[in-house]
């Protein structure tokens, strides 16, 4: 199985997903790894990215989680994954492929975003995340209100892990 903890910059997808994966004992991938540089440079910026942008990133997602699955392991992305169309890309197999929605607020985020230093998407950016944001219909959607602890406790109660 591959879970995708998606949502916003700042939501807090790679606390989670990495703690998730641990918990799991899966591997743990954070897809702003896989930007080209490009991509991060124009973010750094303040530049919002456009479709085009993200086609070959998504593509390498994909790819990734298509060789993950099959070599049977599992794995966690920390993936933003605004837009169904995106979704849709990294959803390589419905069966094996589930997306949990980390949902929050404008203004817990950004309080958030401004106090992690040094991270390339600044405070600045979240209009256009949000913007572009089309929440999930068919994701575990969890408030991010919840303290890190108790966000895993209900993600791992409702995929039946314990």
């Given at each position: 199985?591959?879970?995708?903890?998606?949502?916003?910059?700042?939501?807090?997808?790679s606390t989670i997903g990495?703690?998730?994966?641990?918990?799991?004992?899966?591997?743990?991938?954070?897809?702003?790894?896989?930007?080209?540089?490009?991509?991060?440079?124009?973010?750094?910026?303040?530049?919002?990215?456009?479709?085009?942008?993200?086609a070959g990133w998504l593509?390498?997602?994909?790819?990734?989680?298509?060789?993950?699955?099959?070599?049977?392991?599992?794995?966690?992305?920390?993936?933003?994954?605004?837009?169904?169309?995106?979704?849709?890309?990294?959803?390589?197999?419905?069966?094996?492929?589930?997306?949990?929605?980390?949902?929050?607020?404008?203004?817990?985020?950004?309080?958030?975003?401004?106090?992690?230093?040094?991270?390339?998407?600044?405070?600045?950016?979240?209009?256009?995340?949000?913007?572009?944001?089309?929440?999930?219909?068919?994701?575990?959607?969890?408030?991010?209100?919840?303290?890190?602890?108790e966000i895993l406790d209900?993600?791992?109660?409702?995929?039946?892990?314990?």
């Amino acid at each position: 199985m591959f879970l995708i903890v998606m949502g916003v910059s700042g939501c807090g997808k790679s606390t989670i997903g990495k703690s998730l994966a641990e918990d799991l004992g899966w591997h743990f991938y954070d897809g702003d790894d896989f930007h080209p540089a490009e991509n991060v440079t124009k973010m750094s910026q303040g530049i919002p990215l456009t479709d085009a942008d993200r086609a070959g990133w998504l593509a390498a997602l994909a790819r990734l989680i298509r060789g993950s699955l099959q070599k049977g392991q599992s794995g966690v992305l920390a993936c933003s994954a605004l837009k169904q169309k995106y979704r849709d890309e990294l959803t390589v197999d419905p069966n094996q492929v589930k997306f949990i929605y980390l949902k929050g607020d404008y203004a817990l985020i950004k309080a958030r975003m401004e106090a992690r230093p040094g991270h390339y998407m600044k405070p600045g950016m979240l209009d256009s995340q949000f913007a572009a944001l089309e929440e999930p219909t068919d994701a575990l959607t969890v408030d991010i209100r919840h303290t890190p602890q108790e966000i895993l406790d209900f993600i791992k109660k409702q995929l039946g892990q314990k």
